[in-house]
């Protein structure tokens, strides 16, 4: 048995279970490190199991193909989360429809803003035309947002990435921005935060309260239709 | 618990399915919360128990839902290397720029319409 242990950590390394164990137990560890550091805002349980799981990868040498095959089945759950979003949509139709003009003005102007402000302020400081693709849908959920940047000829793993990152930046500074601004209302900082910041900043905004997550969901859904018909065609205005 | 996760799948996949046959630009996930939220409005009662119990329960951990595919920038540490001032630039503050507009413009566009109404 002894002469086996030099090989455990090759066992491990291929074990999808090892990584789906490892990505559960970082991401509770996170959570209770946010949890205790209360209101810190760069303790984002996100952001924070991401940035550890890199560094494990990184200095494990371990390649994403073989996190993947533990990390997927965390993935999957993804899509049915997304679906249940209607629920508490549904739970807010009447608030909703109160303020439906209001809304979808808002949806307009900010995913517009969304897109042009990361285009404009990458190109200002020199991003590749190539990031400048994948930064534009950028405030849009994961699956749609690659799929545009696909369509465009852009890089969709980057797409992943750059989203991901909008969504942690959302969920640890919206609130902090909303804060500044006044913006007090759970409705109104509920769908800022997922029109910007898709499912990590809805995520953010159930943590606040039911209102705020549904109108994030709301945000959420819309944008990605609003982004997935702005990006195609500024694009077109543009290259 | 499992019913309701039941549910949840097969909008998922009605929403896969009508993706595909009308060729929409929207992912599945999006158009079966859509097709749900449809159903739910359509039956003009209260969500069934069960679906709540399970898209609550779902929902609760949403923000761990996303580490996997995020775990994915490790693939681009190169690019990030070469271009990070760009690209964390234009997320950050893209970001927050968009955030904050957004939410006043929300703010003014609400007052503006109970401003009307009295």
Redesign the interface.
């Known amino acids: 048995m002894i002469e086996r242990l030099g090989g455990l950590w090759a066992h491990l390394q291929a074990l999808p279970v090892f990584w789906l164990l490892l ?2 137990c970082i ?1 509770q560890l996170a959570s209770l490190l946010a949890k205790r550091s209360k209101g810190f805002p760069l303790a984002n ?2 952001g924070l ?2 940035l550890t ?2 560094l494990v ?2 200095f494990t040498g371990t390649s ?1 193909q073989a ?2 095959a533990g ?2 089945w ?2 999957f ?15 807010q ?1 009447e608030r909703i429809r109160s ?1 439906l ?3 979808l ?2 949806l307009a ?2 995913s517009l ?2 897109i042009a ?6 190109w200002l ?4 035309p190539s ?1 400048l693709l994948s ?1 534009a849908p ?2 849009a ?4 947002a690659m ?2 940047v696909e369509k465009l000829g852009g890089i969709p ?2 797409t ?3 989203v ?8 640890v ?2 609130p902090w ?2 804060d500044r ?1 006044n ?1 007090r ?1 759970p409705a ?2 509920g ?3 997922g ?3 898709h ?2 900043g ?3 905004a ?1 943590q606040e309260n039911n209102e705020a ?1 549904a109108f994030a ?1 709301l945000g959420m ?1 819309l944008n ?2 609003m982004t ?2 702005l990006v195609p065609v500024l694009y077109r205005l543009v290259a | 618990m499992l019913s309701g ?1 039941l549910v ?2 097969a ?2 996949l009605a ?1 896969d399915i009508a993706g595909y046959l009308f060729a929409l ?6 158009l ?3 097709l ?2 449809g159903w ?2 359509w039956r003009r009662r209260p ?1 069934p128990e069960n ?2 119990t ?3 329960g ?20 190169e ?2 290397q070469r ?1 990070w ?23 003014a ?2 007052a503006k ?1 109970e401003a009307q109404h009295d």
């Not at chain 1, 997304?82 to 629920?87: F, G, I, K, Q, S």
């Not at chain 1, 959920?141 to 749609?144: I, L, N, S």
């Not at chain 2, 001032?85 to 703010?107: N, Q, R, Y």
Request: hydrophobic fraction near 60%; glycine fraction near 12%.
């Open positions: 990505t559960l991401f349980p996100v199991s991401i799981l890199v990868l990184y994403y996190y993947w990390g997927q965390i993935h759950l993804l899509a049915p989360a997304t679906v249940a979003l209607a629920v508490p949509l549904y739970q139709q303020m003009s209001p809304l003005l808002t102007g900010g803003l969304a402000s990361s285009v404009g302020i990458g400081l020199g991003a590749s990031s930064l950028k405030s959920t994961a699956p749609v799929g545009i793993s980057l992943a990435a750059v991901i990152l909008t969504g942690v930046t959302g969920a500074a919206a921005v909303l601004l913006i209302e109104m900082r769908f800022a935060m029109l910007v910041s499912g990590i809805t995520a953010r159930f997550g969901g859904g990605a239709l997935s018909l | 996760f949840l799948l909008f998922l929403g630009p929207l992912p599945g996930p999006v079966g919360m859509a749900l939220l739910l409005a969500p679906l709540r399970a898209s609550m779902i929902l609760q951990y949403l923000s761990l839902l996303f580490v996997p595919a995020g775990v994915g920038v490790i693939l681009h540490l690019r990030l271009e001032p760009a690209i964390l630039g234009a997320v950050l503050a893209g970001t927050l720029i968009s955030v904050g507009l957004s939410g006043l413009l929300l703010k566009l609400r319409r």
